[in-house]
């Protein structure tokens, strides 16, 4: 059963098609002139990272930036050498908490792009992200082509997600990334006005689901790497997680510092403008 569980998940995160009537466990609407109350997660308790008590109280849509924000980012432009690592997909019960010692062990921050369908198998996994510092952007819950979506649908979508998310972690995603890079313009500029998310792209894919190898995926995500980058990847395949120590320490040694994508994009020293490159892959 244990070696065949990853397979099932990639088979049911990949046919899977239902959005859950509901997931929330807490409102992200307040009363009239309330405080948002959060119930603190259980599973939070002996775990380092923050105290509940320093998590800022949420605002239901645009969170706070403190620059004028782009509606797209592949990378950003800064003079310090940061990247982003992003982990797309999971969280998976075996690949994740391994990745999460991984990362601890380097005192490394990363974004989760966590799909709706794998959360509520491992939630406590969300946790254990926010308590460790890590940032958790919106996948959908589906996992489906956005581009192919109605405005309905897709703001079904990420409207589950975000309520999940924020249920599971009392922390609300603040960006976005579309299944295999596929958006439209206009949906865009309606998840930047529903959520105040800008869609996050990457500036290098190893394509490490089609499984090169540990070694390729290393030697792809290093020597695409350049200050202000976006390095996508998956934690729901094995081999891309035994492929992070060497990947890592390579990046480490060579001066890079990780962040989080929002803080990436606090650091982007370019003038804001819209991009114009649409992606329509539909594989990752
Ligand atoms: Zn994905």
């Given at each position: 059963m244990k070696a065949v569980l990853p397979t099932l998940l990639s088979l049911l995160l990949l046919s899977a098609c239902q959005v859950p009537s509901s997931v929330s466990k807490t409102s992200a609407t307040s009363p009239a002139g309330d405080e948002l109350k959060i119930a603190l997660p259980?599973?939070?308790?002996?775990?380092?990272?923050?105290?509940?008590?320093?998590?800022q109280p949420v605002e239901e849509?645009?969170?706070?930036?403190?620059r004028p924000i782009d509606n797209t980012y592949t990378r950003v432009t800064t003079s310090r050498r940061v990247l982003a690592i992003t982990f797309d997909d999971g969280p998976h019960p075996e690949n994740t908490p391994r990745l999460l010692d991984m990362l601890k062990e380097r005192d490394i921050k990363a974004t989760f792009y966590a799909v709706g369908n794998m959360v509520k198998y491992s939630p406590h996994l969300l946790r254990r992200m926010i308590a460790e510092g890590h940032e958790i952007g919106n996948h959908t819950v589906?996992?489906?082509n956005l581009a192919r979506m109605s405005d309905e649908s897709l703001l079904k979508e990420l409207r589950t997600a975000h309520e999940q998310i924020l249920a599971e972690t009392g922390v609300p995603p603040r960006t976005m990334r579309p299944p295999g890079g596929a958006i439209k313009k206009s949906q865009k500029e309606l998840m930047m006005d529903e959520f105040g998310y800008p869609t996050v792209l990457w500036?290098?894919?190893?394509?490490d689901w089609k499984r090169p190898g540990p070694s390729v995926v290393t030697s792809r995500l290093v020597n695409g790497a350049s200050p202000g980058g976006i390095l996508l990847v998956h934690d729901l395949h094995k081999p891309t997680v035994d492929a992070m120590p060497a990947t890592l320490d390579q990046l480490l040694a060579q001066g890079y510092e990780f962040v989080t994508v929002t803080e990436l994009i606090e650091l982007?020293?370019?003038?804001?403008e819209t991009p114009s490159d649409e992606r329509t892959e539909d594989r990752r």
């Open positions: 259980p599973l939070l308790v002996g775990l380092e990272g923050p105290t509940w008590d320093e998590v849509k645009f969170p706070g930036w403190s589906s996992h489906g500036s290098v894919d190893p394509e982007d020293e370019k003038p804001s």
